[in-house]
């Protein structure tokens, strides 16, 4: 009989009952992480193209209205969706580990009506108050506010399509979300736009319109996938299930994760919003100064590329793990995934820190002018990475108070440091990612103290010093690489300082940087998948 493929083998170990098995837990883990890190990659590949696509045809002020109304529909999905992603995500979680996973269709249809509920009139409210929005927040409100009602009616689709790629995560099924939030979206974002482009205008406010449509798309392909998988569930449900799967305690966390999950998307813009509104009296250069800025914050926010894909992935074993009183083993596999995110950052790092204006040439020639905002952003981007998923733990752990308590105190601080910083008489767009940094830093490392406190465990071990080798020689590789290239040659210069930079950090880290077990590991893998390889080419 032919050996189970990757994906077939992560489906059975997460329709399974937990075995307790830790070797087990780490095979999923790096199966599903796998998965989303290639979706995760080209969505970020395909949402940097539809970036670098928009900024050549609408330049940085079209630009800087683009970002600012597609954000604003997302991070007002996030807050609308009612925390019900998460619930599903948790609970599902936790009702497969009881064997009572029929108990999920419920819970699932109850948590979609709650965010149906919410969005819905948000969505109305948000598209009355378009002009008002427009002129506040854009130093172009004449073209900005039919991107704003373009947003506002995308905020309930987003909502809900988060909703059901949460409930398939739940499941331990990572490739829907793959579909549809990394491919499906960012991919049709693009196509959408330039169909839009050709069949109305090249405008700003029909790039927010095509990335509704982009998101719709998406919901589409979300709740596929969860009809598709709960229509495998068994038909009968088992016990009483937990307390927490009715609607008045679902509508009792969404009370307090709705307005987490809003500071949480904030905290990343929040800095950015205020700039708009600092330089919305500017003109043409206010909206430029935005632009360029959303390009920084774009290029920076690469380095969550994995740590996004760890999240999304080890939250099931959190709620599942934490539900059952295993501490010791989810100490173990905290400490061995945020090392592995950390590890395939770094060259990520490196390459924003030693060719920040060659990253941010490639939005267009006005956006190098953030190159010192960037290195600035990257100093406390890299923290949360280097702590892992504390905010994940934390809110699967049940701590969602504390979680809203800290992503409140930060979200103050953002708003008095880029309030303080980030005007047109202070220091502009590095005032702005000086507020950014402080708050990504503050908000990571008070996340760390409470995991530690409520559920004692540790991201940190010997195994991270290791690292530091490999991170050094990937360093001047790309340095060196760098130096010797042509200033005028961008393109080349930064495609092959990456590449040089990344494959000596690869080999030290493969030779000096993993514990022998996971360096035998590795070979073991790659064996098996050249194997399977050459078994399909006979």
């Not at 009702?95 to 269709?105: C, E, K, T």
């Not at 008095?416 to 910083?421: D, E, F, Q, S, T």
Request: net charge positive; with cysteine; hydrophobic share 55%.
């Amino acid at each position: 009989m032919d050996e189970p493929t990757l994906s077939e083998e992560t489906e059975a170990l997460a329709a399974s009952p937990p075995s307790g098995d830790r070797a087990r837990d780490q095979r999923v883990i790096l199966a599903n992480t796998g998965q989303n890190v290639l979706g995760l990659a080209i969505g970020a590949s395909a949402t940097f193209a539809a970036q670098v696509i928009m900024t050549n045809r609408l330049g940085d002020q079209g630009f800087g209205i683009v970002t600012l109304t597609t954000q604003f529909a997302f991070i007002a999905a996030a807050a609308t969706r009612f925390g019900m992603d998460v619930a599903n995500v948790r609970l599902v979680a936790i009702l497969v580990g009881r064997g009572q996973a029929a108990r999920s269709r419920g819970l699932v249809r109850r948590a979609v009506a709650i965010a149906t509920v919410v969005s819905i009139p948000f969505a109305i409210a948000a598209l009355v108050l378009s002009p008002w929005l427009a002129s506040t927040f854009s130093a172009q409100p004449g073209a900005a506010e039919p991107a704003f009602r373009a947003a506002a009616v995308t905020v309930p689709v987003c909502a809900l399509a988060f909703t059901f790629m949460g409930a398939t995560r739940g499941l331990k099924i990572m490739r829907f979300t793959l579909y549809s939030q990394w491919i499906a979206q960012p991919i049709g974002w693009i196509v959408f736009t330039l169909a839009m482009w050709a069949a109305f205008s090249s405008t700003a406010w029909v790039a927010s319109a095509a990335f509704g449509v982009s998101w719709a798309l998406a919901l589409g392909i979300a709740w596929f996938g969860w009809e598709k998988e709960q229509g495998r569930l068994p038909e009968a449900a088992p016990g009483e299930g937990i307390a927490e799967e009715r609607t008045g305690a679902l509508v009792r966390f969404g009370a307090l994760r709705a307005p987490a999950t809003l500071f949480s998307q904030l905290i990343f813009w929040t800095d950015f919003f205020v700039l708009s509104i600092l330089w919305s009296g500017q003109g043409p250069r206010g909206a430029a100064v935005t632009g360029v800025y959303g390009a920084v914050l774009r290029a920076g926010q690469s380095l969550f590329l994995f740590l996004t894909s760890v999240s999304l992935t080890f939250s099931p074993f959190v709620a599942d793990l934490h539900h059952r009183g295993e501490r010791d083993r989810l100490d173990a596999l905290y400490k061995q995934v945020t090392r592995w995110t950390l590890a395939a950052t770094i060259p990520v790092l490196l390459v924003l820190a030693i060719l920040p204006g060659p990253v941010l040439r490639i939005f267009g020639a006005d956006f190098v002018r953030g190159e010192d905002a960037l290195r600035i952003l990257i100093v406390g981007m890299i923290v949360p990475v280097m702590v892992g998923t504390v905010g994940f733990i934390l809110i699967m752990a049940g701590r969602t108070g504390w979680d809203l308590l800290v992503y409140m105190s930060a979200f103050a601080l953002d708003v008095g440091i880029a309030l303080l910083l980030a005007g047109p008489n202070a220091l502009g767009i590095k005032g702005a990612a000086i507020a950014q940094a402080c708050t990504l830093t503050f908000s990571a490392v008070v996340r760390l103290l409470l995991v530690r406190r409520f559920l004692d465990i540790w991201p940190f071990d010997g195994g991270f010093v290791r690292l530091l080798p490999a991170t050094l020689a990937g360093g001047i590789a790309m340095a060196l690489t760098h130096a010797i290239l042509p200033a005028e040659k961008w393109f080349l210069d930064l495609v092959a300082s990456f590449a040089v930079g990344s494959l000596v950090y690869v080999v030290v880290l493969f030779a000096i940087g993993l514990p022998p077990n996971e360096r035998a590991a590795l070979v073991a893998m790659a064996r098996k998948v050249l194997g399977r390889r050459s078994t399909t080419a006979g």
